[in-house]
């Protein structure tokens, strides 16, 4: 492995692909394609206040990241979706989703290093 990682840790991947890289690579395709659709539609329903529909995708979006490991971004999710289905803490939850998107970035741009180790 070329560059060190930062914010991903792919046991979980590895773990649950049992080693088969297509697999892995169909995950890694699959996080490129959700996340930054995941980016404009968390800060969309943000703008709009649907928060019921906010939560949903904070969940959809937490199983993407802790597919690569990065939980403590997880956990910020679970909270976003957990106060978003209850409509509390609203004040917290456009500093989740502007670190959602800083962070699924940057996992974004470690996991194309991984994926040319692939080809």
Same mark, same amino acid.
């Given at each position: 492995?070329?560059?060190?990682?930062? &914010?991903?840790? &792919?046991?979980?991947?590895?773990?649950?692909?049992?080693?088969?890289?297509?697999?892995?690579?169909?995950?890694?395709?699959?996080?490129?394609?959700?996340?930054?659709?995941?980016?404009?539609?968390?800060?969309? &329903?943000?703008?709009?206040?649907?928060?019921?529909?906010?939560?949903?995708?904070?969940?959809?979006?937490?199983?993407?990241? @802790?597919?690569?490991?990065?939980?403590?971004?997880?956990?910020?999710?679970?909270?976003?979706?957990?106060?978003?289905?209850?409509?509390?803490?609203?004040?917290?939850?456009?500093?989740?989703?502007?670190?959602?998107?800083?962070?699924?970035? @940057?996992?974004?741009?470690?996991?194309?290093?991984?994926?040319?180790?692939?080809?």
């Amino acid at each position: 492995m070329s560059a060190k990682l930062k &914010l991903i840790n &792919l046991e979980y991947l590895n773990e649950i692909s049992n080693g088969n890289t297509d697999f892995i690579i169909d995950l890694i395709d699959m996080f490129f394609e959700q996340i930054p659709e995941y980016q404009i539609t968390l800060s969309d &329903l943000y703008d709009k206040k649907d928060w019921i529909n906010l939560g949903k995708l904070a969940h959809k979006a937490k199983s993407a990241i @802790l597919m690569v490991g990065m939980k403590g971004l997880a956990d910020d999710l679970k909270k976003l979706e957990e106060n978003a289905k209850e409509g509390i803490n609203i004040n917290e939850y456009h500093e989740i989703i502007v670190k959602f998107v800083r962070e699924s970035d @940057l996992a974004i741009e470690e996991l194309k290093e991984v994926r040319k180790n692939y080809n």
